[in-house]
């Protein structure tokens, strides 16, 4: 790990963000789209190209966080034809800006903290045109802070309103305490674990991650198409296929993990945030480790 701690350019942000949804995409990811199957009316091509049409905007010093996540969202609107990544904009944009910053020895922890806590509603303006543009199935309307609406509050406010059901909007209440505390943690014994063992591709590596997020957290993206318990039951079935990817996925397990994707797919289940959270964690480790900062303050709060 680099012992410089600098803010990373955003070259190196946008070359990481692009690595991340890459990454995502050639692994194989029961219910998703990847390199193996399409499905859900889409391709691999349209996550490539929206991932590329993002990048530049991702960390883009020029623009207001929420300006970022707009701008992100409508060029991969435009270039893919559809919403493919908005979930992954909303949560690679706030870590991009934890690692722009001149923070010294602060940690990913710390630097979100700060990040998260200077947003207000004019962040909350861009990105409920944001979200409004990329209109994400089962949205759903709120008496409060309802994305159809200019908002009267702050964005970190609006999304604590929608916490208890949606894990993206968790992620901005809670400082991505998840994702800095359990996911990225989960990354690294997963990834320590591939080098005890022979013949572990990154893509492997990727999708044990994602059937550990999988069968761990129900997926807001069912939660909201189809409701709590159908997620619940993807879960579960993602916990009864814990021999074919635990303690890693291996290309003899393929099979059963393709039968599995089918099944997700004839019936429309997409784990969407599932994808999303592993793209960030994949993207929150890279430069966690580019720009030298730990994940943790030393100091107890």
């Known amino acids: 790990m680099s012992a410089s701690r600098t803010p990373l350019d955003p070259d190196a942000i946008a070359s990481a963000f692009v690595a991340a949804c890459r ?4 692994a194989l990811k029961p219910g998703n789209v990847h390199v193996h199957a399409a499905g859900h009316g889409m391709e691999v091509a349209h996550f490539l190209n929206a991932a590329d049409a993002a990048a530049e905007f991702v960390a883009e010093p020029a623009l207001s966080f ?71 199935g089962g949205l759903g309307r709120s008496e409060t802070a309802d994305v159809a609406a200019p908002p009267a509050i702050g964005l970190v406010e609006a999304m604590r309103l929608a916490a208890a059901r949606d894990r993206i ?24 674990r591939a080098g005890e063992a022979e013949g572990v591709t990154r893509d492997d590596i990727v999708a044990t991650l994602y059937m550990s997020l999988l069968s761990r957290f129900p997926d807001s993206h069912i939660r909201r198409k189809f409701g709590f318990e159908v997620a619940s039951h993807v879960q579960r079935l993602a916990r009864s296929a814990r021999p074919s990817w635990h303690p890693l996925v291996r290309p003899q397990a393929y099979p059963a993990l393709l039968a599995l994707d089918t099944l997700l797919k004839e019936n429309g289940w997409n784990p969407g945030t599932s994808a999303d959270f592993t793209v960030a964690t994949l993207f929150a480790s890279d430069l966690a480790q580019r720009g030298g900062f730990s994940l943790l303050s030393n100091v107890a709060s």
Do not use: K
Not at 23 to 26: F, G, I, N, P
Not at 101 to 119: F, I, K, Q, T, W
């Open 23 to 26: 990454a995502e995409l050639t």
């Open 66 to 136: 929420g300006m970022r996540v707009r701008a992100a969202v409508g060029n991969s609107m435009a270039a893919a034809g559809c919403n493919t990544n908005l979930g992954i904009i909303l949560l690679c944009v706030p870590l991009a800006a934890a690692a722009m910053l001149d923070a010294g020895e602060a940690s990913l922890a710390e630097r979100m903290a700060h990040v998260l806590g200077g947003l207000d509603s004019s962040d909350a303006y861009h990105v409920f045109a944001a979200i409004r543009a990329a209109n994400p």
């Open 169 to 192: 909007a968790a992620a901005y209440a809670n400082r991505f305490r998840d994702l800095i505390e359990d996911h990225i943690p989960d990354l690294r014994r997963i990834e320590a």
